[in-house]
Every structure is written in C-alpha cells, then in structure tokens.
C-alpha cells in the first residue's frame, strides 16, 4: 500500500504539469508541503543520544494541517476531545451534499460556497430540531465535517454531520432523547 506522500512523489509533477493552471494555488501548496515532507527540502533534525553519543538523523516533517504523515497526531486528540463531549444516547450520521450540476462551479467558489453549504445544512439541522417529528428540543448538538471526494476520487463536496438522538430543552436545561 502505498502513502499519500509516495502518490504525490511520484505523480505529483506530472498532475501539477497537467492541471496546475487550473488548481487553486491553495491545492498546489498542499500537494507540494507533502512531497516535501520528511525530505531534505524540509531540512533535517540530528538528535544525540546522552548514555552512548550515537547521533540519530531524521528529516523534518512539512506541518501542513492536511499531511496525514504530520498530523495524524493532532486528528487523534481531536477525537479525543469530541468523544468526551458527547451527549449520552444515540448518535447518527447525517450527509448533506450538492447535485453534480453545481461542482463545477463550487470548484471554482470553494470559499464561498462552503460556507454556503455549511450554513444551509447547519440551519436546517436547527429548523428541525424544535419539531417534535424530528427530535422536539430547543438547542441541538451536532458538529460537520466537509468532505471533498467521493470514494471514486471524483470531486464531491458533501458534509457528513454527527448528530446525536436528542437535544437539550433550553426551559430546564435537561437532555431529551427520540
């Protein structure tokens, strides 16, 4: 199996050759941090060791937030943290996506429509919360986490939400559940 980093070395300049005019620069830099990555490009680290003197040499890593060599890491704790944050009960996961006809043109407006797609699924979740069809709380609890391809490597913007089975009732502050 092979690494990201291995993927991108080995194809990077070919795809970048190709299709880099009509990549975001922010794309480009990405792909680039992670060819570089534990190279000499990003220079390098020599450790000595106290008890036998022996000097071990390791290459920097890039610590781009989407090289998976560098922050793996940090997704960890990041679980972590949301695990303990977690309501008690039922949790499901939710996904919002966009029809084919609109990706090319959110390709072209990433920031812009993001954030458009975050705000209409993210105010849809809280419209629904309140009905008690749905869930019948006042303050739901629920985080996203946008996703750009698809399983076949096509680009695919859709946000997966985890949302749990209930919502808190602001009146006296307790947890309901469906």
């Excluded at 407006?109 to 849809?124: E, H, P």
């Excluded at 809280?126 to 303050?139: A, Q, R």
């Amino acid at each position: 199996m092979y690494s990201i980093n291995e993927i991108f070395r080995t194809f990077g300049p070919e795809y970048m050759a190709s299709f880099g005019m009509s990549m975001p620069n922010e794309h480009q830099k990405v792909i680039k941090a992670i060819m570089a990555c534990r190279t000499q490009a990003c220079g390098m680290i020599v450790y000595k060791c106290i008890e036998c003197g022996v000097q071990h040499m390791s290459f920097r890593s890039c610590g781009n937030r989407h090289c998976p060599k560098c922050q793996n890491h940090k997704i960890k704790l990041w679980v972590q943290r949301q695990m303990k944050q977690q309501l008690p009960g039922h949790h499901f996961m939710i996904t919002f996506t966009v029809p084919e006809g609109l990706r090319r043109f959110i390709r072209s407006n990433q920031r812009v429509a993001y954030a458009a797609l975050f705000m209409a699924s993210s105010q849809t979740l809280k419209k629904l919360t309140p009905d008690p069809k749905f869930i019948g709380g006042d303050l739901p609890g629920f985080f996203g986490v946008l996703h750009t391809w698809g399983r076949q490597l096509q680009y695919h913007p859709h946000i997966h939400y985890i949302v749990p089975g209930g919502a808190i009732l602001k009146k006296d502050g307790i947890a309901r559940f469906a």
